[in-house]
């Protein structure tokens, strides 16, 4: 017996090392706390004539492991004493911990580990050689902290190799106060003389290490803003929030003197993910919390670069903090030197404020006092409605919402809360009406619209003069003058998209921009917005002066707008149009990673609201029918042979007619039994499919028969460790039932051997044969226990544990989100706090969400991907490897994936741990906190077979939020390409290899073209989002497919990762895709499908076509089922549009559920049959007769076209449009010889 060795790797960030330049020094101190080490500067200079020689560094500059390995040879090794304070434990800076170590154990050199906070780590300290109560003392100074415990810090360090110095223990300081510029504040009553009379308060409370330090320019610049504004403000210091005794300070202070509004620099959290919200000190009085910035880089860096900030700010000052429930404002202070010390050789660290930032925030601050100090009905508040596509059809874009009528309940509540908001319309159906009246985003019928708001050019003008002439540049050179937009009218006004409700402005969100001129800016992925778009945002806050926005449902295009990642400047468009307005948004609970964006870059407190209802497809109409004869056949076999004949016969022939037989791969070369396994495995698939049943009201909750269906559906999966309460529900009736298998992982058509208890058997009078019929009964079992039409047996024990928790938590819990989801709006625009909460797919195990209506919050992302993701991801690798090569007959080679931000926050990084079980790497994690420390790569004999040359394809979000996963993935690419093995078990390396030789014969540099060579990751323009195709299918800009796949390209050959933050790198890009032999897309939920939304034929189908243009060849795609952890599903693209075209598109159950939501619903099957036809032209993955199901369930059933016609008959008219011009494209050809006409009419019926 042998151990097979893997071999480790680490991530690096860095473009290059740093050389610090010092000299060796006595005692070495190394922290990551600038404040600190200033302060230690400081006090050895005042004290340097009785202290050893000392060097500080900085950590941050030492990240680099040749910094690290430069750093040890030149002074650690020459040192007497090295001290390194760290935070986040050994595994935050593994490398130098252990490099420091080695060295100093070889050197016999004293060294002490101290933890980063005041939290003792029993792992960091087992590194130091000193002991332990060494250790112990010269961590306390640190945590103390303040001039005397650095001066003795320093002084007992002497100590420690042989200086003769008087020290005096740690002393404990005060760990909270208050203070004002200039003055020594002792007491409430000193800092209340600085204040003006009625004048509403806004704390402030900062780092205590800021005092300590004298680091105090932008805290006082923050303080004069806000005092410009009228406000008084209530500084206040702390050492932290979480410590009880500091706290505890703070949080007497905020409830005493009760500040409308909380701006804090504190990071972190006092709340645990994924756990109850614990309300800490800041939280007491229910007012709004802004976040505010103090960075740890360059005013230079962040001005010169996208991303806004590092890994580690967006970790510590936004993603942690929003699990409190802070709205992240903007960065207002960055860190420039102020001097270099001589003595220390270290660069002494100011933090400087940027005067524009402190201001916004100060507004910001200020706009939220005004809106809690005015009245309800004097408040203007602004409801605005997403219109995209740019078609009267589409008016109020909202995922999974019914957005007209969300907006109804709005305007009951608002009403009832006492808002002014005049005579409520009788109908959402009235909203809409009046909304299409006026001006929409069809700018080419503008003359025959009522344009009931208007703003004169002079007040644009103005407002426009208040922009920075970088942006007014960027307007001219795009978009000319503003009497050039399509939206300005003859008399001198923009017509405004709105019109007023009383003091509430219903308004229509304009388009970006690609619809003015779609074949000039298809190739722009930093498109401005035109003049119209900001003119709008100008009247809401010139002319109407809104109190508040609300942006109804997901998501808009403000958040999307050109501009940094966060921590946005005075020209990021986000700002430009928005401003500083308090901002509230409807939010789907199930989209962490858009609703982070909007939160970021838009300053928006969240309210999630609910998915859609769901149920099961089920078998109907011909589908029904056919299971009924596959039935019959199975139960014929082998003793009516003349009856099996007939049947067999009749199955293929409907299934051949139908299509059905090229949906479920049956090929010609099949066996009759074989094609009939896989019909009848696809017909048990249909059926089971979740679909969603209607659309989410925000304010309502689900009743009767769909709660007790969505209760079902939600009890179905394990939750936690599946034990106990946790189990699914499912498991638990067939545990109970002793049916001896797994109705969550099971193969649906193997034949049934088990059990069949009566009290299945009275659920269902159809044949019983298979896994498939059991799990059916079981359903059946669930919904009349749910339901409460069936009372449970005393011998069903872990039935009855799980529906005690349905009763006792989920029940409720669904029950309060829909009111929950209208308080929380309301207490919102009253200027209160809105409480955080998780967010994720409530199908995925996933309860905690519940209720709606908080302030949802994301993941930590220094733990992605989980262990539980790794398991999963590796697990789906191996069957799609195995499925690639039953399909081909040989191993993939390379693959390129489509990776989204959102939904590897909903999964922990699942698509990641797949990328790196595809090249044959595994993560490490952190033992203590989960936190992923590196990774390891897996022998070639434990893999079992060669590895994959991975290509990704990620989202703009992905890049603002994942910087980590990036470096993760680039760093395992570099590994993998360094290793030495054939290339028929590594094509990477093998391909790094051969390009990194034609990349010097061009004459770059070896290093260059060796990273050049191994680039991996690559996505769009660093400050925009995208991948380019919806304008151009849209609006028809488009002639040929190589028009969609240039486009494409254009917007995605940017790298990153090893320090790139999107260099242009499209000729690489491009020769990425020309051996590409599978592309591949992640699905992790049933709550929604690929013909749902615009992004999946963008990003999925827009890499199939390049792909096939850039190698001549159409890859295999596979659009993978993750929906189910337990039991991943490999499926090809073409099936799984076969797949969610019968379950949902042309399913009367899917149907009738959006019939009941009027123009939404006509909304939702127009966008349907637009996704449907998006992914003919760039996957060619749809079979013509799912266009001829299309139109015959859409257009030739009497009911359904009437209802088109008299609730949105612009989508009738888009559907049939679409329906022709898949047509035109050759993309359908109809099996109907008069479906082109009846189409045709149609066209002239509407347009008369």
């Known amino acids: 017996m042998h151990l097979l060795a893997t071999k480790p790797g680490i991530i690096s960030d860095d473009p290059e090392a740093i050389d610090l330049q010092q000299t060796p020094g006595e005692v070495i101190v190394i922290s990551s706390a600038d404040t600190e080490l200033a302060l230690f500067a400081r006090e050895y200079n005042k004290n340097r004539r009785i202290l050893p020689t000392l060097r500080l560094a900085n950590l941050l500059q030492l990240s680099h492991n040749m910094s690290v390995d430069l750093y040890v040879e030149q002074v650690i090794k020459k040192a007497k004493l090295v001290i390194v304070r760290l935070l986040g434990g050994r595994n935050y800076w593994k490398y130098g911990v252990d490099e420091i170590t080695q060295a100093c154990t070889t050197c016999n050199i004293p060294v002490a580990f101290l933890p980063g906070d005041d939290q003792p780590d029993t792992e960091l300290f087992s590194f130091s050689s000193l002991p332990i109560e060494i250790v112990q003392r010269l961590w306390q100074y640190n945590i103390h902290g303040g001039k005397r415990n650095a001066e003795n810090f320093l002084k007992y360090a002497g100590t420690l190799i042989g200086f003769s110095n008087e020290w005096l223990d740690p002393i404990p300081i005060v760990k909270s106060g208050l203070y004002w510029p200039g003055q020594h504040i002792t007491s409430i009553e000193q800092l209340r003389s600085f204040w003006k009379p009625n004048r509403s308060i806004a704390a402030f409370v900062f780092y205590r290490a800021l005092v300590q330090s004298d680091m105090l320019t932008s805290v006082d610049y923050t303080i004069h803003e806000l005092k410009k504004l009228k406000l008084n403000p209530l500084p206040i210091f702390t050492q932290s929030l979480k410590d009880p005794i500091a706290g505890g300070i703070v949080e007497a202070i905020i409830s005493n003197e009760k500040p409308e509004v909380i701006l804090t620099t504190v990071g972190f959290a006092v709340s645990t993910p994924g756990r109850e919200w614990n309300p800490g000190p800041l939280d007491s009085i229910g007012c709004p919390i802004i976040q505010v910035g103090f960075s740890s880089s360059s005013e230079q860096d962040w001005a010169s670069r996208t991303r806004g900030l590092s890994g580690r700010d967006i970790t510590m000052n936004v993603a942690l903090t929003e699990i409190d429930g802070r709205l992240f404002s903007r960065a207002v202070s960055f860190k420039s030197v102020a001097k270099y010390d001589r003595n220390t050789e270290f660069n002494i660290i100011r933090h400087e404020p940027v005067p524009d930032r402190v201001r916004f925030i100060s507004e910001l601050a200020a706009n939220w006092v005004k809106l809690r100090r005015v009245a309800p009905e004097k408040r203007r508040i602004a409801i605005i409605l997403a219109n995209y596509p740019n078609k009267d059809a589409r008016l109020g874009n909202g995922v999974g919402l019914d957005t007209p009528e969300s907006t109804l309940e709005v305007l009951k509540a608002m009403q009832k809360a006492g808002y002014k908001n005049g005579k409520l319309p009788k109908s959402s159906s009235e909203i809409i009406k009046t909304l299409k009246s006026g001006p929409t985003n069809n700018f080419k019928d503008l003359k025959n619209r009522q344009v009931g708001i208007k703003l004169s050019i002079k007040v644009y003008q103005a407002w426009l003069s208040g922009l920075s002439n970088t942006t007014k540049e960027k307007l001219r050179n795009q978009w000319g003058l503003p009497e050039n937009d399509p939206y300005f009218l003859e008399e001198g006004f923009f017509a405004i998209p709105a019109y007023l409700q009383g003091e509430i402005a219903i308004c229509l969100q304009p388009a970006r921009g690609y619809n003015i001129d779609p074949i000039k800016t298809f190739h722009d992925p930093d498109l401005i917005p035109p003049h119209a778009y900001l003119a709008f945002y100008c009247w809401l806050q010139a002319e109407f002066r809104t109190h508040a926005i609300i942006h109804m449902g997901k998501h808009g295009n403000l958040e999307w707008l050109p501009g940094k990642a966060l921590a946005l400047s005075k020209d990021c468009f986000p700002e430009v149009a928005l401003g500083p307005i308090p901002h509230l948004y409807p939010f789907i609970v199930n989209d962490p990673g858009e609703g982070a964006q909007a939160k970021r870059r838009a300053q928006a407190i969240i309210i999630d609201h609910m998915t859609p209802p769901l149920t099961r497809a089920e078998s109907y109409g011909p589908l029904r029918h056919l299971e009924q004869l596959v039935d019959e056949y199975y139960e014929a076999a082998g003793t009516h042979p003349a009856r099996t004949e007939i049947l067999r016969k009749e199955i293929l022939s409907l299934c051949s007619s139908s299509g059905i037989d090229v949906d479920c791969a049956v090929n010609i070369s099949d066996t009759d039994e074989l094609a009939l396994s896989k019909i009848d495995n696809y017909l048990c698939e249909l059926k089971e499919t979740q679909i969603r049943d209607g659309l989410h009201v925000l304010g309502l909750s689900p009743a009767e028969e769909q709660l007790t269906k969505l209760i079902v559906c939600l009890a179905r999966p394990q939750r936690g460790d599946g034990k106990g309460l946790n189990s699914s529900l499912h498991r638990a009736m067939a545990d109970d039932l002793k049916l001896d298998f797994d109705p969550l992982t099971c193969e649906l058509t193997d034949c049934w051997a088990g059990p069949k208890p009566k009290v299945l058997q009275d659920f269902s009078q159809d044949q019983w044969r298979t896994n498939s019929d059991t799990i059916e009964r079981l359903e059946l079992f669930a919904n009349a226990l749910i339901s409460r039409k069936l009372k449970l047996a005393s011998e069903f024990t872990r039935t009855r544990e799980v529906l005690g928790w349905v009763e006792q938590e989920l029940r409720p819990l669904i029950i309060k989100s829909g009111p929950n989801e209208i308080s929380s709006l309301i207490s919102g625009l009253n200027g209160e706090f809105v409480q955080p909460g998780p967010s994720g797919a409530p199908t995925r195990g996933r309860p905690d969400v519940l209720p709606t209506g908080r302030n949802f919050y994301s993941v930590d992302t220094r733990t992605v991907p989980t262990s539980a993701a790794w398991t999963l991801g590796w697990r789906s690798t191996s069957l799609l490897i195995e499925r690639y090569v039953q399909d081909n007959g040989e191993w993939p080679k390379a693959l390129a994936l489509s990776v989204w931000g959102t939904s590897n926050m909903r999964t922990g990084g699942e698509d990641i741990a797949q990328v790196l079980a595809l090249m044959g790497v595994k993560p490490t994690w952190d033992s203590m906190n989960g936190r992923v420390t590196g990774f390891e790569i897996l022998p070639i004999s434990v893999l079992d077979r060669p590895r994959v040359d991975v290509t990704l394809r990620i989202s703009g979000f992905f890049r603002d939020s994942f910087q980590n996963l990036i470096e993760l993935v680039d760093s395992a690419t570099q590994s993998i390409a360094a290793l030495e093995e054939p290339e028929s078990k590594n094509p990477l390396a093998a391909r790094v290899k051969k390009e990194t030789q034609i990349l010097i014969g061009q004459g770059i540099s070896a290093e260059e073209a060796k990273r050049s060579a191994s680039f991996r990751v690559f996505g769009s323009k660093p400050g925009t989002y995208g991948a380019g195709l919806q304008a151009l299918i849209d609006e028809k800009g488009w002639d040929t497919e190589e028009d969609l796949s240039e486009a494409y390209i254009a917007w995605s ?136 199901l299309v139109f015959k369930a859409y257009v030739e059933d009497k009911s359904v076209y009437d209802f088109l016609y008299d609730n949105n008959d612009n989508a009738l008219g888009d559907i049939v449009r679409r329906l022709l011009e898949a047509q035109e494209r050759g993309l359908w050809s109809p099996r109907s010889n008069s479906a082109q006409n009846t189409l045709k009419r149609i066209i002239d019926k509407l347009s008369e």
Request: aromatic fraction near 10%; include cysteine; glycine fraction near 8%.
């Open 1053 to 1188: 050959g940017f790298a990153y990762g090893g320090g790139k933050e999107g260099e242009d790198a499209h000729k690489l890009f491009r020769e990425r895709l020309k051996t590409i032999d599978v592309v591949c897309h992640n699905q992790d939920n049933q709550e929604h499908d690929l013909l749902d939304s615009d992004d999946y034929y963008q990003f999925e189908g827009g890499l199939a076509a390049s792909v096939r243009m850039v190698s001549g060849a159409q890859p295999t795609i596979y659009h993978n089922d993750h929906s189910t952890p337990e039991n991943p599903k490999i499926r090809t693209l073409e099936e799984e549009i076969a797949r969610v075209v019968r379950a949902r598109v042309v399913n009367p159950k899917w149907i009738s559920g959006v019939m009941r939501h009027g123009y939404k619903g006509a909304f939702e099957m127009a966008a349907t049959v637009d996704y449907l036809f998006a992914f003919a032209t760039t996957s060619r993955c749809v079979a013509n007769h799912h266009f001829d």
